[in-house]
């Protein structure tokens, strides 16, 4: 199953590097945009996932909204995450396909069409980088890079969040913003990033990702609670038990240890 996934995601993959002409809309606010490209993608892997496994439910960031099944597979997919990235020819871009069991992440796959880079994991089995076995660093914090964003779609939540950066940045190497949560948190499973924190976003954005997390010996939680992946969500991640203690720690202080929303929109609707 794994190896047919990746065959449909490559293939969208040059679907998508080779879209050159595409329309771009916002989705309520110019931050929070959509391109041609990212629907015509979804309808593509709808169609081609759906059919690999007959009778499962399909999650997509541009419409397709479903309740994950508690028995049987759904996929959750993100067409193409860091759509601003892609818009502008920045090429940090991931097309994020997860499948779920019974209501649990089983297979994660994240393609940068732009890199050519393939991660995958499967619940189990592993975690791979262009087919070769990943793992998360052992870097100690003062090493640590951390990827963030500081909530471009609800911008009220961003002090906070800067708030964040601010206590880390001394203690720990870098910083880096890069616009596609997919893509980083893999980075995080590949050993290159060893620290994740974005305050809210939306299971196509982490679900593929989180499952190379977990598959390659990283660690994530929410602030109050695990992950979400039936609504938006805070992402803690790390590359060991001690940076996430660190972590937690720094953004229970900015927020009070309680997730700031109760529910609200998904990044992305
Ligand atoms: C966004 C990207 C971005 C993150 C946002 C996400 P989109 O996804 O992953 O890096 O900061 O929270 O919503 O909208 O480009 O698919
Ligand atoms: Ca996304």
Known sequence: MLGRIVDVVSESGRRVAAAHSFSVTDKGSRENIVTSADIENERFLRSRLTS?????????????????????????????????????????????????KDGEPYIGVVHNPFTGRMYSAEVGRGAWMDGTPMHVSDRPLEDCILSTAWCCYGKELAPRVFDVSESLYPRINDIRRIGTAAVELSMLAQGAIDLYFEIRLSPWDHAAALTCVKAAGGIFRGIDGDVRFDGPSPVLAANTEENMEVLLETVSEAFDGRTPYRSGPLNGH
């Open 52 to 100: 690999l496994v007959p009778g499962s439910a399909f999650v997509g960031e541009e419409g397709d909204e479903s309740p994950i099944l508690d028995e049987g597979y759904t996929w959750i997919v993100d067409p193409i995450d860091g759509t601003m990235n892609f818009s502008r020819g920045i090429p940090e871009v991931g097309i994020s396909v997860a499948l779920f």
